[in-house]
């Protein structure tokens, strides 16, 4: 079936509506649009993909709707979905980094958004359901299934999930015990991509070195970032802190935090936090000059994971042709729905559990399974929750 493009990318536009809390969280919001309301794949496709992304450096949930796209219709409409994706929240951020009264801004985000986290909540828990039920076939599936989910629950370090979903592909592959599983299949690799990724992290570290240019720090940094962190924003933020309040000095504690704060309470994808980073770290030299720290940020911490599905998506489904590698994906992907299981569990807890969070997690579940209301929909009742309560 032929996508159409322009409905494909108002779709993408509506995820990023509704993409509060996460990558996890991301994931429900795509399950929700992309694979039960508009079936542009299936619930095991798209868990596939959030494995593989799992796997690579870089935004996961960014790369795992960027190789929806590039499955629906190629290298283009994949760097289109990106644009739409994560274009309006690095504006967004840019423009809080030129924003000096920030603490009124963040009491009152804070007060709207009380209800967010529950909501949040509410998208994984019930893509954990969906997924649950496309993966645990059997009783070996659900072994992997709780196998994620445990592991991951009381894990918490970046090389887990990595770990956690190779090792469910190679229990896969040895309790089938067939043989001749290994064929051979042709591969033809898009090189360029990888080309690309190289030479942008070599060139912007001689570049930076040689030539006293904040900006190309700025981006050499990020760039760094975005290849260097495997499982989202929250994992590369204290790498950011590091360098940038601890080492640096280029920005305070208290304006790291105010604007990782903002953008914990807006929809997209978290790393658009580096605009705001970037921004604030060249700030002093003129409305221009912060401009182009914000794009530094933006694009470098976007643009090695990006580089990366553009070279590793066609490639996987070439892979998918070998036996062995079929083989794999049942337990891969039943671990991979145990590790948003578990992101839920994490994350309810970290919301806290009384009555009003559990309550409304529970309404905004009632209201995805039923599939009357939309995601953005959701966001909007939400925030009216959150004013009015």
Known sequence: MKTNK??????????????????????????????????????????????????????????????IGYKLGGPVLALLTMLVWSVPVLLFMTFLSFISQIFSVIHVTNDILKFIGPMAVAFILTAAYHIGRKVMKDTFTILLFVFGCVTTYFIHEPWIYPLVLLSGGVISIFVSKEKNIWNHVKMSPPWHYLVLFFLFAGGSLILSSLWNSQILLLFEHFYRY?????????????????????????????????????????????????????????????????????????????????????FVYPVWEQLKQIKGIKLSLKG?????????????????????????????????????????IPAPMIVILTLICGILL
């Open 6 to 67: 322009s409905t494909f990318l108002k779709d993408v536009f509506i995820c990023s509506l509704g993409a509060y809390g996460g990558p996890e969280a991301h994931y429900g919001v795509f399950t929700e649009q992309l694979v039960l309301k508009k079936k542009y794949l299936s619930e095991e496709e798209l868990i596939e993909l959030i494995a593989l992304t799992g796997i690579l450096p870089g935004p996961s949930s960014t790369q795992t709707i960027v190789a």
């Open 226 to 310: 975005g290849y260097l962190v495997i499982g989202g924003g929250q994992v590369v933020v204290p790498l950011m802190y590091s360098e940038l309040v601890e080492i640096s000095k280029v920005m305070t504690n208290q304006e790291f935090l105010t604007g990782y704060g903002l953008v914990q309470g807006l929809p997209g994808p978290m790393f658009s936090f580096a605009a705001y980073a970037g921004g604030m770290s060249a700030r002093g030299h003129g409305i221009i000059y912060q401009i182009l720290g914000a794009l530094a940020g933006g694009v470098g911490i976007f643009l090695p994971g990006i580089l990366l599905i553009f």
């Open 332 to 372: 891969i992907t039943s671990v991979a729905g145990g590790l948003i299981a578990a992101s839920g569990l994490l994350l309810l807890q970290k919301n806290g559990l009384t009555v009003t969070s559990l309550a409304y997690t529970l309404f905004v579940c009632v209201l995805i399974l039923t599939r009357k």
